[in-house]
């Protein structure tokens, strides 16, 4: 059988031979990148741009094309809208499994973010809401990797409260702080949802 083998290999045509060395450069150069500076391990930042409840900026991590790791921290700098001022801050961090070693991915994300809102008549704050939780869930989505070791991807995640608390000073004030606190216990006290729509990165 070998030497059947070998005299085909031998006599195949010029567009044949081409055909093996496609084949073989394929086999050679995945349309993923899966090696970088460290071995089996890309390592690299990201950008998380559409997301909710805020961009953000972090570190991405993928060992041996099958376990993923990620650090983030995203923040809405102060802004003032009718008044109020506004600030949120958090950060995440996730543990993801990649079951088909492709960039379909299931895993879980802890965190903890901060909101404020500051209602304010000159210089003097009048009243003010701080909402805080730290929350742990389940997370999927997709990392798309390409050789070059650029990368997009989107996640959804939903994260339950583990501590949630609510403040508003003074406590019998009105406005728009309060009402933002009535609306956060409706609607947060049990949990967030996170939604990245659209990141993207480089591995090394």
């Known amino acids: 059988m070998l030497p059947i ?9 010029p567009q044949s031979r ?9 086999e050679a150069a995945p349309d993923t990148k899966t090696a970088g500076l460290i071995p089996y391990v890309l390592i690299g930042p990201k950008l998380s741009l559409l997301t909710l409840p805020s961009p953000g900026v972090g570190v991405e991590v993928k ?4 376990v993923g790791l990620s650090a983030e921290y995203g923040f ?3 802004i003032n809208i009718s008044g109020v001022d506004y600030q ?21 994300v802890v965190g903890k973010y901060r909101f404020i809102a500051s ?5 003097l704050t009048t009243s003010e809401t701080t909402v805080e939780s730290t929350y ?36 019998n004030s009105n406005g728009t ?8 216990d409706k609607y947060l006290e049990k949990g967030i949802p996170l939604l990245g729509f659209f990141q993207l990165g480089w591995l090394f």
């Open 5 to 13: 083998i070998l005299f085909s290999l031998l006599s195949a045509t």
């Open 18 to 26: 081409d055909d093996l060395e496609w084949v073989a450069d394929k």
């Open 63 to 66: 060992i041996w094309q099958l």
């Open 76 to 78: 809405v700098p102060r």
């Open 88 to 108: 949120y801050g958090s950060w995440q961090g996730s543990l993801k499994i990649f079951p088909f070693r492709g960039a379909f991915f299931i895993g879980g």
């Open 119 to 123: 209602q304010k008549n000159g210089d």
């Open 136 to 171: 742990l869930g389940p997370q999927l989505g997709w990392r798309w990797v390409s050789r070059s070791g650029f990368f997009t991807g989107m996640d959804f995640a939903y994260g339950f409260s583990l501590k949630y608390a609510s403040t508003l000073t003074p406590p």
């Open 177 to 184: 702080p309060a009402e933002i606190k009535r609306n956060a």
